[in-house]
Nanobody, 124 residues
Framework: QVQLVESGGGLVQVGGSLRLSCAAS????????MAWFRQAPGKEREFVAA????????AYADSVKGRFTISRDNAKNMVYLQMTSLKVEDTAVYHC?????????????????WGQGTQVTVSS
């Protein structure tokens, strides 16, 4: 079992930055792949970014590439999403996700553990 708790969401203006955090517990953190997804009202859950066990490999959705950075600190059992140059269309609930399977996959069904999410609102 893996428990995930997100934090760091909030209200920010277009062009601003936010850093989301996800605290993991319940299993050896260094053996799980971590990811961020987001879901806007009326839309399906969308892949944002993923990071490998070691942090050596990352994957991003085309819509956030160059603006968002995923990272992890295995000593602290934390994963982060640094978001810059935020746009109105980035507004969503952001969820942290985890899987014990060693691959960076964009499909939400790949991930068996989910946090409750943190709201990010970008205003114009």
């Amino acid at each position: 079992q893996v428990q995930l708790v997100e934090s760091g969401g909030g209200l920010v203006q277009v062009g601003g930055s936010l850093r989301l955090s996800c605290a993991a517990s319940g299993r050896a953190f260094s053996s799980i792949v971590m990811a961020w997804f987001r879901q806007a009202p009326g839309k399906e859950r969308e892949f944002v970014a993923a990071i490998s066990w070691s942090g050596g490999s990352t994957a991003y959705a085309d819509s956030v590439k160059g603006r968002f950075t995923i990272s992890r600190d295995n000593a602290k059992n934390m994963v982060y999403l640094q978001m810059t140059s935020l746009k109105v269309e980035d507004t969503a609930v952001y969820h942290c996700a985890a899987t014990t399977r060693n691959a960076l996959v964009h499909a939400a069904t790949w991930y068996g553990y989910w946090g409750q999410g943190t709201q990010v609102t970008v205003s114009s």
